[in-house]
């Protein structure tokens, strides 16, 4: 047992020592060597634990959409919550998380614009991550028009309207370096406001 539990503390270890290299030089100029002397391990123990430097930004992204997965299931399934609150305290807990994340959201976007510029989709690679995050919040959505809480839209667009508001909220974290998030917040409780029935 505390051969895993070392195992996964060095494992989490190499993924915080590479986003903080990989939010100083950049993905594309970081190797694989250079993650290992930042780890103070050789390349051949780095290999025990990831394949490349690919995998270890997959198993960061990974990690930050997992973390932010189960907090906001615990927000969600918190009974003593309306609808309202839950979509209040959701956004406050996606937020609160980006900004905790700037760095490997900096080093997603800049991986993401490499992307676009190899003729990929980006989208792509961001759909898969989130679609769990949209399925909760479609559920409070759901519940929120079931109890008469909430406007009866499409689900589909409200959910849509949600998620383009946080791409706004991590875009002015990362690129515009924000810390103050009283406006983010704000912002979100106008929008918030207006699903009211």
Same mark, same amino acid.
Request: a positive charge; proline letters at 2%.
């Given at each position: 047992?505390?051969?895993? =539990?070392?195992?996964? !503390? ?6 915080? !020592? ?7 030089? #950049?993905?594309? /100029?970081?190797?694989?060597? &250079?993650?290992? /002397?930042?780890? #103070?391990?050789?390349? *051949?123990? $780095? ?12 198993? @960061?992204? !990974?990690?930050? *959409? ?12 918190? !009974? ?6 839950? $979509?209040? +305290?959701? @956004?406050? @807990? ?10 490997? %959201? ?12 190899? #003729?990929? /989709? ?13 399925? %909760? %919040?479609?559920?409070?959505?759901? &519940?929120?028009?079931?109890?008469? =809480?909430? &406007?009866?839209?499409?689900?589909? +667009?409200?959910? +849509?309207?949600? $998620? ?9 974290? =990362? ?5 103050? $998030? ?11 406001? #207006?699903? %009211?029935?």
């Amino acid at each position: 047992m505390a051969i895993i =539990v070392e195992h996964d !503390k060095r494992r989490h270890e190499i993924l915080e !020592k590479s986003i903080e290299l990989f939010s100083r030089e #950049g993905y594309e /100029d970081v190797t694989f060597q &250079k993650i290992a /002397d930042a780890c #103070g391990i050789t390349r *051949t123990t $780095l290999y025990i634990y990831f394949k490349n430097k690919r995998e270890i930004f997959l198993w @960061s992204i !990974k990690q930050f *959409t997992s973390e932010l997965e189960k907090a906001l299931l615990v927000i969600i399934k918190n !009974k003593g919550l309306t609808p309202e609150q839950c $979509l209040r +305290d959701v @956004s406050e @807990s996606i937020i609160q998380t980006c900004l905790a994340s700037k760095p490997l %959201l900096q080093v997603l976007m800049s991986y993401l614009i490499q992307v676009q510029k190899s #003729g990929s /989709d980006p989208r792509e690679k961001i759909v898969r991550r989130v679609i769990r995050a949209e399925h %909760l %919040l479609t559920t409070i959505i759901i &519940k929120g028009q079931k109890e008469k =809480v909430f &406007k009866v839209l499409p689900v589909k +667009d409200v959910k +849509d309207m949600l $998620l383009r508001f946080f791409e706004a909220a991590i875009f002015e974290i =990362v690129l515009y370096d924000t810390n103050d $998030l009283e406006n983010i917040k704000a912002t979100f409780n106008i929008i918030i406001d #207006g699903l %009211l029935a």
